[in-house]
């Protein structure tokens, strides 16, 4: 099995804890969509990660499409709750972490590619109310809750996501977690498992186009 991505993708980072969960070994490809785009398109025609190559040769792309073949892999891994209220709340969850994600990554791409008198500074304003949206929404969810995950008594998907998007978005975006205490002590608590910290990279920053070398 091989999983190509660089962790610092939170796409690519949560497929990787998931699949450490699940007892799966995997050679990792540590392949960036800069730098390597021609050889991930060999594998996925879009060149997005993350990308996972099964043991008979079949390629899953696209995060969530990988998490759901693993989790009717193993079904007994409680990935997500199977019914009810407890899976409407974790999917909540996880719609919220990945709206952020998915604007931090679109402010990432503005910043980095258009010069500072190109960008659109609506754009990025309009991004970081979204962001900052889905983190109060999040931090107030896990205020509310007594327990040490999300939802139920055990670690899901929803706290696998919420954690490394998160963690993205703070370190990429960037933005200032301590805003939100609730969700801040909750990711700083996911971050020191030993499975989140053998599967994380530093968000490298591309020098934004129009910067002095």
Do not use: N
Request: aromatic residues 8%; contains cysteine.
């Amino acid at each position: 099995m091989i999983l190509i991505g660089l962790f610092d993708s939170p796409f690519t980072r949560r497929v990787a804890i998931a699949l450490a969960l699940a007892g799966h070994a995997f050679e990792h490809r540590a392949w960036s969509v800069g730098a390597d785009f021609d050889r991930i398109r060999e594998y996925s025609p879009l060149g997005r990660v993350p990308v996972l190559v099964l043991d008979d040769g079949e390629v899953l792309t696209e995060s969530s499409a990988i998490l759901d073949w693993l989790e009717h892999e193993h079904p007994q891994l409680g990935l997500l709750p199977a019914t009810g209220a407890a899976r409407r709340e974790a999917l909540r969850l996880i719609g919220l972490a990945s709206g952020a994600a998915d604007r931090g990554v679109a402010m990432v791409l503005e910043r980095i590619f258009h010069r500072p008198e190109a960008r659109s500074e609506a754009f990025l304003a309009r991004g970081a109310v979204q962001v900052e949206g889905a983190l109060a929404a999040l931090d107030a969810a896990r205020a509310a809750r007594a327990g040490r995950w999300l939802v139920g008594e055990a670690m899901t998907l929803a706290d696998i996501t919420v954690a490394c998007y998160a963690t993205y978005l703070k370190d990429a975006v960037p933005a200032d977690l301590s805003r939100w205490p609730a969700l801040a002590a909750f990711v700083a608590r996911c971050e020191a498992l030993d499975v989140f910290r053998r599967h994380y990279a530093p968000f490298y920053v591309p020098k934004p186009k129009g910067a002095q070398a």
